[in-house]
């Protein structure tokens, strides 16, 4: 039974880039995407070279046996053509493309070209296959089993490809031999529509049920809203019954479209097909935006409209992902803090955004900072952070002890948070004059020395010194209502 191809090929130059490289083409013979590379100098070129060279194998129906052949002569031939127009121009050095092509070999066969990371999928029976593979560095930690098919799809390196057409003799790609039955649907894409959306989404757009025109149109559009940070090209064909099928015009898009290449326009123009669509045309009178065009035009007004519509959607999840983000990390946090005089544990930053705080209360303790050497004390009326949940317990645990040391000192009257917590205080066998119980913070019994004031002190004072047990804040200090009598035989 005889076949024929309904088709469609559609491109976008994406959200990002400013110049299309890839390079589309649809026939009645002949399927073919080739996206290239090169940067600034000749990615565009590069996939118009090769396309211009096997657009002329649409011209006709081929036989199955020499199918493969014709279409390995056809890509050696580029490969020459590119490396004749690097030695030509040197800004094109280093210039590349890949290539998927379907071609139609005998009644019911399609030979099947492919090198690069240019994707062919099949839809049957809902079933939804990739009948090429990648030729890509993700692909090779795939079949060496060190990643999974679902780790590559977000491989930070699966844009490294490993072999392309880049002029060079030993650019062999992939030749194999299909069969093809009516109902079959082909998809051929570049890597921008199959880096950003998932092989699910595509099943379910490519099985939609929509004619190809408009299956493609949503894979461009599906792309875009996914960010589209590189050209998208997409060319799908249905293997149909001819009786049922009216003639197509051969479509070409991307930087081959734009560049106008020779061998394109004309092998597209002597197609059956073309001809056919012509003559169509000249008897009913429908234009050629009913018929198909032979360089496929964007629809501009929408697609710009839909690019501005991804940017804005792209920059608000940017957005809310990093204000989400930086919440997030504030959570994470804690720090030690009063709350009603008491010690507590703060979950968050001390800090606020408006009337929003971004920290409250998590844990509180019975501490106070009386309980406190003078440093933890200040410490704790202040902030302390202490970073992550795991280290909340130890530093808790390490002020609970502090407190209970000082308690204890405090208990034996004692100093807490100075050398004289370590060895207890000798006490002075000298009395003591009643008039040093004026002084804040010297317990009743305590006297100078007989060095000057303060030496000798058994009450934890310091030489010269009214501090008390475990520092308080400043404005909770009372001055000294009397002074301090000397003790006898010392002067001041």
């Known amino acids: 039974m005889a076949l024929a191809l309904d088709y469609a090929a559609r491109t976008d130059v ?14 009645p013979h002949l399927l073919a995407v080739a996206d290239g590379m090169g940067g600034h100098a000749g990615g565009n070129v590069a996939s118009s070279i090769v396309l211009a060279r096997i657009a002329p194998l649409d011209g006709d129906s081929h036989g199955s046996d020499d199918a493969l052949e014709l279409l390995a002569a056809a890509i050696s031939q580029a490969n020459r053509d590119l490396s004749a127009a690097m030695a030509a121009d040197p800004t094109l050095a280093g210039m ?11 009644p019911a066969g399609l030979a099947v070209v492919h090198i690069g990371d240019s ?16 030729h890509s560095f993700v692909q090779t930690l795939v079949d060496s089993g060190q990643i999974s098919e679902q780790e590559a799809e977000h491989h930070p390196q699966r844009a490294l490809v490993t072999r392309v057409l880049t002029g060079n003799s030993d650019d062999d790609p992939d030749l194999t031999m299909r069969q093809a039955r009516v109902g079959d649907r082909y998809l051929i894409c570049s890597d921008g529509l199959s880096d950003v959306v998932a092989p699910a989404t595509i099943h379910e757009i490519v099985a939609a049920g929509h004619n190809p025109e408009v299956t493609s149109g949503r894979l461009i559009d599906l792309a875009l809203k996914s960010g589209a940070p590189d050209n998208i090209t997409v060319v799908i064909a249905d293997i149909v019954d001819p009786s049922t099928s009216p003639p197509v015009a051969p479509q070409i898009v991307g930087a081959a479209a734009e560049r106008r290449i ?14 056919a669509a012509a003559l169509r045309r000249k008897v009913t009178g429908v234009g050629p935006d009913h018929d198909g065009v032979l360089l496929a035009e964007d629809d501009h007004g929408r697609r710009r409209w839909a690019r501005i519509l991804a940017v804005l959607t792209l920059a608000l999840v940017v957005v809310f992902a990093g204000l989400y983000a930086a919440y997030d990390w504030t959570q994470r946090q804690y720090y030690v803090g009063l709350a009603d005089g008491q010690v507590a544990v703060y979950q968050g930053v001390p800090q606020s955004l ?14 106070t900072p009386a309980d406190l050497p003078p440093h933890e004390a200040q410490a704790v009326s202040g902030q302390v952070s202490v970073g992550d949940a795991t280290q909340v317990d130890n530093t808790i645990r390490q002020l609970e002890e502090a407190a209970a040391r000082c308690r204890a000192l405090k208990a034996q009257k004692q100093l807490c948070g100075t050398p004289a917590d370590l060895t207890p205080a000798t006490p002075d066998p000298r009395p003591t004059p009643t008039s040093t119980a004026l002084i804040p913070g010297i317990p009743q019994g305590a006297a100078p020395g007989p060095g000057g004031a303060g030496a000798g002190s058994t009450s934890g004072a310091t030489a010269g010194s009214v501090t008390m047990y475990g520092r308080v804040p400043a404005s909770t200090r ?3 209502v009397a002074p301090v009598a000397p003790a006898p035989g010392g002067a001041r």
């Open 14 to 27: 994406g959200l990002v880039r400013s110049r299309n490289e890839d390079s589309g083409y649809a026939g």
């Open 96 to 106: 590349g493309t890949t290539l998927s092509a379907l071609m139609r070999a005998g």
């Open 119 to 134: 994707r062919a999928y099949l839809l049957r029976d809902d079933r939804f296959t990739q009948i090429t593979k990648d």
């Open 262 to 275: 020779g061998d394109l326009e004309t092998a597209a123009a002597a197609s059956p097909a073309s001809k």
């Open 354 to 367: 408006g009337s929003w705080s971004l920290s409250h209360v998590q844990r509180r303790t019975d501490i």
């Open 478 to 480: 009372q001055p000294a």
